[in-house]
C-alpha cells in the first residue's frame, strides 16, 4: 500500500482534506493516486480548505470513474460563475487503472472510497482505495490491538529513560 508522498519543501504541495474514518471502517487493499476534472471555482475552494471527503463514494460507469457526494463549497467571489457543491466529478486515470478499478468494483465485499485530496504543485489530486468493510467485531480487534502497541511503546520509552 503506497502512500502518499508529498515533498516537504514545496509549498504548492499539501494534504487539503482526510477521510480519517477510512481506515478504521474498511481494511485498504490497495491505493491509486488520480486526477479530479474541476472548474475553476472548485479549485478555489479547496485551495482554500473548504471540501469534505467523508461521505463521498466512487463509481465506476461506462468506462469512466467519477467521484459521487463529495463537498466542495461554493466560492463566494465566483457570484454567477459558481458550481454545484455536490456535482458528480470525473476521475482521470488510465485505461488499466480503470479496468483494475471496475473489476474490483464488481467483486463482492469490495468498495472504492476516497482516502484524501491533496495539491501537489499545484494540481488536484485525490487518493482512492480499493477496501473491504469491516465488520464491528474486526473494529474492535484492530483498536485493542493498536492499544496494545501504543502501551508496549510506552513501556519501553519508561525503561529507556
Not at 469491516?134 to 513501556?155: F, G, I, P, V, W
Request: a positive charge; aromatic letters at 4%; charged letters at 35%.
Amino acid at each position: 500500500m503506497a502512500k502518499t508522498h508529498l515533498p516537504p519543501d514545496d509549498p504548492n504541495s499539501r494534504v487539503v482534506c482526510r477521510n480519517r474514518r477510512a481506515s478504521h471502517e474498511y481494511d485498504l487493499l490497495s491505493q491509486v493516486e488520480c486526477g479530479v476534472k474541476l472548474v475553476g471555482s472548485e479549485v478555489k475552494s479547496i485551495r482554500a480548505n473548504k471540501v469534505s471527503v467523508e461521505e463521498a463514494y466512487v463509481r465506476v460507469k461506462d468506462g469512466e470513474v467519477w467521484l459521487i457526494n463529495c463537498d466542495i463549497a461554493e466560492y463566494p467571489q465566483a457570484t454567477y460563475m459558481n458550481h454545484d457543491p455536490r456535482r458528480t466529478r470525473k476521475l482521470l486515470l488510465h485505461r488499466r487503472e480503470v479496468t483494475k478499478l471496475a473489476e474490483a468494483s464488481q467483486e463482492k465485499g469490495l468498495t472504492i472510497i476516497p482516502l484524501d485530496m491533496h495539491l501537489t504543485r499545484g494540481f488536484v489530486k485525490l487518493t482512492i482505495a480499493i477496501a473491504r468493510g469491516r465488520k464491528l467485531h474486526d473494529k474492535r480487534e484492530k483498536l485493542k490491538q493498536k492499544s496494545d502497541q501504543r502501551d508496549m511503546q510506552q513501556a519501553v520509552r519508561r525503561i529507556v529513560r
